[in-house]
């Protein structure tokens, strides 16, 4: 079975960085697109940032743009997103997603397997 | 950007269907899928491509899409059942609906 396991969630304070980390297991890493998603309190799921299998493609949503950066170590099996300029309303549960596409810009794009999320609090 | 609306809740007696709607402009057009979310647990796809069924997934999840509106219908509905739903599609990016509760009464 696929599994991905996030980590790296924590409490920091307004304009701090973190880096959110998501070890996957049971597939072939590099052949397919990873995700971040996240959801934050009371609200619904919003889709943050997307990476093509190899690493060459990758995608932000506007609001995280220029202080996002999605990563991924094929070798280690592990999928990255090292966020900087932290705000309020970044604070959210942030998934780790799996999509069955190698390539991001697909018209039936899904995810497929999930993570259990970690939690990223941003607060003084 | 595209914009998808859900009701904010349903409501299903034990046993009954329930159908959860997604509405979109010409949503028809569009590859919909929907998830099952449970509070601390991850979320599960449990129909991709407006009508297929993950493995694993019961029978009784069901998706239809067309014009304007995509649903997800959950015959004999059990108390396992009850979670947040989303719909989801793909318009230069992933795209949420806002998400229904289900309440198995």
């Known amino acids: 079975d696929v599994q991905l396991v996030e980590s790296g969630g924590d409490l920091v304070h307004p304009g701090g960085s973190l880096r959110l980390s998501c070890a996957a297991s049971?597939?072939?890493?590099?052949?397919?697109?990873m995700t971040w998603v996240r959801q934050a309190p009371g609200k619904g799921l919003e889709w943050v940032s997307a990476?093509?299998?190899?690493?060459?493609?990758?995608y932000y949503e506007d609001s995280v743009k220029g202080r996002f950066t999605i990563s991924r170590d094929n070798s280690k099996n592990t999928l990255y997103l090292q966020m900087n300029s932290l705000r309020a309303d970044d604070t959210a549960v942030y998934y780790c997603?799996?999509?069955?596409?190698?390539?991001?810009?697909?018209?039936?794009?899904?995810?497929?397997?999930w993570g259990k999320g970690t939690t990223v609090t941003v607060s003084s | 950007s595209f914009e998808l609306s859900q009701p904010f809740s349903v409501s299903v007696a034990l046993g009954q269907t329930a159908r959860v709607t997604c509405g979109g402009n010409?949503?028809?057009?569009?590859?919909v899928h929907w998830y099952q979310h449970k509070p601390g647990q991850a979320p599960v796809l449990v129909i991709y491509?407006?009508?297929n069924r993950p493995s694993g997934i019961p029978e009784r999840f069901s998706g239809s899409n067309s014009e304007n509106t995509a649903t997800l219908t959950i015959s004999r509905a059990q108390a396992g059942d009850e979670a947040d739903y989303y719909c989801?599609?793909?318009?230069?990016?992933?795209?949420f609906g806002t998400g229904t509760k289900v309440t198995v009464l």
């Open positions: 491509r407006d009508s």
């Open positions: 989801q599609v793909w318009d230069s990016s992933a795209v």
């Open positions: 990476i093509s299998g190899r690493g060459r493609g990758t």
């Open positions: 049971g597939l072939t890493f590099s052949s397919y697109v």
């Open positions: 997603a799996k999509a069955p596409h190698y390539d991001i810009m697909i018209a039936y794009f899904y995810m497929d397997v």
């Open positions: 010409n949503i028809g057009s569009k590859n």
